[in-house]
């Protein structure tokens, strides 16, 4: 079904933007796992504010919804542990201003789902994008806090990294003060602006993944493709590998593994890349298409990024680590 992912650890999500809640059950987490509840916090803030980047916040370039996300467990976890049931758990919505799109209830926004939802199901919800919102990645990151600590107890860990920001590689506290800079500039002319995620599996041991159509490498781009704004995925060498002679690739990977061989892990780390596009609502006048094809430009009226990279970390990780967890269950 279009709302789970996982085949042992398995997540249904549900939930639209400005409802009442957004939410979750996660089947098939083993017992006995303790949650880490000061990381549950973590996570939840991170994708509210977004990533400090060597000393940089890039808070102020974040939607100003500001929602408690304070996540209640209906059932499934007892005295911060796990009972190997259904875990299912639920986050209010309370900043929502549904009117706020209702200019929108018969245009359509580029680079959403507006179209092609009602296209699919004959009706969308306006209301922010309803259940095609970012939102619904909050239910994401609570499941995956959940799959961290899977494999917390195998002495795996998962770290996404903000690579770039509107076109500038970060590495220091003076480029990450440069994309600031430039992320200002953007927002000042009502615009917004994308850029690059890295995530790199440590500690994850030989033998996970499957041949064939069930490769680690395609269970992890299916599940980090289905997030919002994610336009292109690559591993290890990725895209620059077809610039490379046979020899120097081999030559280049016997130094830099790229921890997938045959979609199989081969004990290595994982580094995965991926490249996001920027938020397709901007404050200067977004152009909107009718029923007719005809366009509108309107301003928004809704709370939206300047630039949702720094915020979107937290949720890659949330992703691979509810890949992995599931393959390690499933084997």
């Not at 408690?68 to 467990?73: A, I, K, L, R, S």
């Not at 201003?97 to 200019?103: E, L, P, R």
């Not at 994008?129 to 959940?146: D, F, K, L, P, Y």
Request: proline share 5%; glycine share 10%; charged share 20%.
């Amino acid at each position: 079904m279009y709302n789970s992912i996982g085949n042992t650890l398995r997540l249904t999500t549900f939930g639209e933007s400005h409802g009442t809640a957004i939410g979750g059950i996660l089947d098939g987490c083993t017992a006995n796992i303790p949650i880490d509840e000061q990381l549950l916090r973590s996570d939840i803030q991170r994708r509210q504010v977004g990533d400090t980047l060597y000393g940089v916040s890039f808070e102020q370039f974040a939607t100003p919804r500001h929602e408690p996300d304070n996540v209640t467990f209906l059932s499934g976890i007892l005295d911060g542990t796990t009972l190997g049931t259904p875990i299912a758990f639920v986050i209010n919505n309370s900043d929502t201003n549904g009117a706020d799109y209702n200019v929108l209830q018969s245009l359509y926004r580029p680079l959403h789902a507006d179209r092609t939802w009602e296209q699919r199901f004959g009706r969308r919800d306006p209301r922010g994008g309803g259940r095609a919102s970012a939102r619904e990645t909050v239910a994401r990151v609570v499941a995956g806090v959940v799959a961290k600590s899977i494999l917390k107890t195998h002495d795996i860990n998962v770290i996404a990294t903000v690579k770039s920001l509107a076109g500038i590689e970060i590495s220091n506290n003076a480029t990450a003060l440069q994309a600031s800079q430039i992320l200002a500039d953007i927002q000042q002319k009502g615009d917004t602006a994308g850029g690059t995620i890295t995530c790199t599996v440590e500690g994850m041991p030989a033998g996970i993944g499957n041949p064939t159509f069930d490769r680690l490498q395609s269970r992890l781009a299916y599940a980090l493709m289905s997030i919002p704004t994610v336009r292109a995925f690559e591993f290890g060498q990725g895209s620059s590998a077809p610039n490379l002679t046979g020899s120097e690739y081999i030559a280049y990977s016997q130094e830099h593994t790229d921890g997938i061989i045959g979609g199989i892990s081969d004990g290595n780390p994982v580094t995965i890349r991926l490249a996001l596009h920027p938020v397709g609502t901007i404050a200067q006048g977004t152009p909107c298409l009718d029923r007719d094809g005809n366009t509108h430009v309107v301003k928004p009226q809704g709370r939206h990024d300047t630039c949702h990279v720094p915020r979107t970390a937290v949720i890659v990780e949330a992703m691979t680590a509810l890949t992995i967890a599931d393959l390690m269950i499933t084997q």
